[in-house]
């Protein structure tokens, strides 16, 4: 082979694996983004979990400024403060960038709050446990209950037979005397179904396909009461 042969194959063949990487490089594709990490659920601090709650700047004999606060949760950007009057289940939203939040609310009256957690990088949240704490008032000896809570069946539930109502109640002054039961077709319910001082009624045989609603009346021992919202379930 000429010499002026051989060098113009080697340049040939450079150029063809020249041509074959560039073509390789322009068709790589970007590396994916990473996702974001949602955002962690926060802890509780204050005011305590089925405590009376008497810190506080009282504004008036109906009114107090409250301090809630909880640990920072990571990830998270802002958090939204989830407030509930448990005497009328009225509810507020309450956005904050901080890890505490000063509310004025009302005294004498009991609660549940929690909060979640949010992220400016992703839609996804994050919610705490809720807690219920009572407001002092002006020279309480004794609190009401709180409304009871609904265990099974959840709310809305399609049920078999023979069922069984379970409910967790709780107080402030940890006296709770027994546990009124209304069940029936109507909303609300009037009709008192049992009164008794556990916390569930088993063996309860209803019609089938039928929509049943019920509520709990707690009492303590020195009278004090307070009605649950109105559960709802259907028979199989």
Known sequence: MRPNTYIRSSLFLLLIAFCS????DDGAKDPTPQE???PEA???VFPKKDEECNQGDIISATQSKVTFKWKASDHTDSYTLVLKN???NET?????????LALTILRNTPYSWNIISKSDETATTATSETWKFYNAGEGNENYAPFPAEAVAPTMGASVSQPLTLSWKGSDVDNDIA??????GTDNPPTTLHASTSDSEIDDIALNPATVYY???VTTDENGSSSQSPVF???TK
């Open 232 to 234: 709802e379930f259907k």
């Open 214 to 216: 019920w509520r709990v």
């Open 86 to 88: 448990l005497e009328t």
């Open 92 to 100: 507020s939203e309450n956005d904050t960038s901080t890890n505490s």
């Open 21 to 24: 990487c560039s073509s390789s």
């Open 42 to 44: 926060s802890v509780l």
């Open 178 to 183: 027994s546990y009124d039961i209304y069940l």
């Open 36 to 38: 974001s990490l949602p």
